[in-house]
T-cell receptor, first 115, second 117 residues
Framework: AQTVTQSQPEMSVQEAETVTLSCTYDTSESDYYLFWYKQPPSRQMILVIRQEAYKQQNATENRFSVNFQKAAKSFSLKISDSQLGDAAMYFCAYRSAVGNEKLTFGTGTRLTIIP | NAGVTQTPKFQVLKTGQSMTLQCAQDMNHNSMYWYRQDPGMGLRLIYYSASEGTTDKGEVPNGYNVSRLNKREFSLRLESAAPSQTSVYFC????????????????FGAGSRLTVL
């Protein structure tokens, strides 16, 4: 079974600075998807960014980018120019590209933005 | 578009009572899911339905039943609620596809907070 590990329960960053959230996963599959979801205090789960394992290029979405290291099974999220609205729980998630469609989540990292 | 709609948003039950959480999506997604979220444990899959008429157990199915009523609706039932089922429940949906925009991405409802006394 696949597992997703987020080793940083809490992180903080000064407003306008850059922060990196870590995620590692364990799988024997070669084709899969990886995601970062954000959960603000409103509780709504919001997709931040996604990465297909077959793509070598790291995904980017405005201030959000990932460092995808397939051999190391690592998928970190970098937030540049941090803003107060970035404060939230961030979840890393894994999904197989074949057959089973369920999403497996990590335990989350709570990000605090310091004004 | 309403996306994924869950009801109720809040519910308090007594031990042994039953209830059904309703979920509906209007995006024509084929797959639907129920997750529970507990502090320090992330989201854990209870049940999922890859298509209308099929359901499969996830990581924590005990104490729950599901019904995929049609393509739009996927309900979660607690037959005899227990305090261990106090949690926030999320319904989600997705569609499978290769290279299609939005494919394989889960869209979540707003969550339902359930307290069992």
């Amino acid at each position: 079974a696949q597992t997703v590990t987020q080793s940083q329960p809490e992180m903080s960053v000064q407003e306008a600075e850059t922060v990196t959230l870590s995620c590692t996963y364990d799988t024997s599959e070669s084709d899969y998807y990886l995601f970062w979801y954000k959960q603000p205090p409103s509780r709504q789960m919001i997709l931040v960014i996604r990465q297909e394992a077959y793509k070598q290029q790291n995904a980017t979405e405005n201030r959000f980018s990932v460092n995808f290291q397939k051999a190391a099974k690592s998928f970190s999220l970098k937030i540049s120019d941090s803003q107060l609205g970035d404060a939230a729980m961030y979840f890393c998630a894994y999904r197989s590209a074949v057959g089973n469609e369920k999403l497996t989540f990590g335990t989350g990292t709570r990000l605090t933005i310091i004004p | 578009n309403a996306g994924v709609t869950q009801t109720p948003k809040f519910q308090v039950l007594k031990t042994g009572q039953s209830m059904t959480l309703q979920c509906a999506q209007d995006m024509n997604h084929n797959s639907m899911y129920w997750y529970r979220q507990d502090p320090g444990m992330g989201l854990r899959l209870i049940y999922y339905s890859a298509s209308e008429g099929t359901t499969d157990k996830g990581e924590v199915p005990n104490g729950y039943n599901v019904s995929r009523l049609n393509k739009r609706e996927f309900s979660l039932r607690l037959e005899s609620a227990a305090p261990s089922q106090t949690s926030v429940y999320f319904c989600a949906s997705s569609f499978s596809g290769l290279g299609q925009k939005g494919a394989n991405v889960l869209t979540f409802g707003a969550g339902s907070r359930l307290t069992v006394l």
